[in-house]
């Protein structure tokens, strides 16, 4: 059962365009979303992350949009850019610290010049 | 900041090998490590978890026997992937959760590239 599920599977932007990632998931017992951004043959790195009291989260160029009640959570990367180029994982965790993070399938953002 | 450090970063060996792969948290006291394995282009799937000076926990369907984990301490846990066959081939990731003065922190190795030959 996967109990976090990303979409698209990849996905091709303009620099400067904006990059969305949703995910979506079952268990309501997760308290932390994290994005993790992994780059090839390398581990992932923290992005940004939410909790589950704010509908929204922004840090530069990213922002977390978060729906509790509709239990969905998306990524937006403004004025994308080829250095954004990678591999993005949303996440869901149930100890409000990500600890034992669920991942999600991934997608591949590719950001043409 | 807080550093996981993972080695090595690849290794080739030969089939029926033992190849062992290290994670250190450098600045920080891991208080769980968790190891990951991710094929290409696919997600991050949970082999197991390991507390400090305990057995680790395996997630369903991954061998225990074939798969050794060990957390001696709170800065280093070790993955041993025993009699390596060509379909243990993958990426292997670590990631260390510390408290205390990281104030509760989840941070990943950068990763092993296994390839059994």
């Known amino acids: 059962q996967q109990q976090v599920k990303q979409s698209p599977q990849s996905l091709i932007v303009q620099k400067g365009g904006i990059s969305i990632i949703n995910c979506a998931y079952e268990?309501?017992?997760?308290?932390?979303f994290p994005w993790y951004q992994q780059f090839p043959g390398k581990g992932p790195a923290l992005l940004i992350a939410i909790r589950p009291d704010v509908s929204e989260k922004k840090e530069g160029r990213f922002t977390i949009s978060f729906n509790k009640s509709a239990k969905q959570f998306s990524l937006h990367i403004m004025d994308s850019q080829p250095g954004d180029s990678a591999t993005y994982f949303c996440?869901?965790?149930?100890?409000?610290?990500?600890?034992?993070?669920?991942f999600g399938g991934g997608t591949r953002l590719m950001v043409k010049p | 900041g807080a550093v996981v450090s993972q080695h090595p970063s690849r290794v080739i060996c030969k089939s029926g090998t033992s190849v062992k792969i290290e994670c250190r948290s450098l600045?920080?006291?891991?208080?769980?490590m968790f190891w990951y394995r991710q094929f290409p282009k696919q997600s991050l799937m949970l082999m197991a978890t390991s507390n400090e000076g305990s057995k680790a926990t395996y997630e369903q369907g991954v061998e225990k026997d074939k798969f050794l984990i060990n957390h001696a301490s709170l800065t280093l846990s070790t993955l041993t992937v025993t009699s390596a066959h060509p379909e243990d081939s993958s990426f292997y990731i670590c990631?260390?959760?510390?408290?205390?003065?990281?104030?509760?922190?989840?941070?990943f190795g950068s990763g092993t590239q296994l390839s059994v030959l």
């Open positions: 600045d920080f006291q891991a208080t769980t």
């Open positions: 990631s260390a959760y510390g408290t205390g003065g990281i104030g509760g922190k989840l941070f």
């Open positions: 268990n309501t017992a997760f308290d932390y």
């Open positions: 996440a869901a965790s149930r100890d409000n610290a990500g600890n034992m993070l669920t």
